[in-house]
Nanobody, 112 residues
């Protein structure tokens, strides 16, 4: 089992920045991908960014504004130039040997 705990969400004005953090614990050996998803009210959960094998990929909507990076059992999402459309609950995700694990989610609200 893998447990994921997120932190770093909050309220920010448009154009501002936030950094989300996610710490994995438990059986972290063998985690081959970690990433971030988000879900806005009334919408499906969507992939924001994922890091796997030292490479990273991003949703088109966040390219150039968000950066994902991983440090062993932790993964971070640096979010710059935030927009109201980025408002959502952000979930940390990890994949280990064909099993998906999720954090509890952290709210990000972008509003003036």
């Amino acid at each position: 089992q893998v447990q994921l705990v997120e932190s770093g969400g909050g309220l920010v004005q448009p154009g501002g920045s936030l950094r989300l953090s996610c710490a994995a614990s438990g059986n972290v050996f063998g985690i081959n991908a970690m990433g971030w998803y988000r879900q806005a009210p009334g919408k499906q959960r969507e992939l924001v960014a994922v890091t796997r094998g030292g490479s990273a990929s991003y949703a088109d909507s966040v390219k150039g504004r968000f950066t994902i990076f991983r440090d062993n059992a932790k993964v971070y999402l640096q979010m710059n130039s935030l927009k109201p459309d980025d408002t959502a609950v952000y979930y940390c995700h990890a994949r280990r040997i064909n099993t998906d694990y999720w954090g509890q989610g952290t709210q990000v609200t972008v509003s003036s």
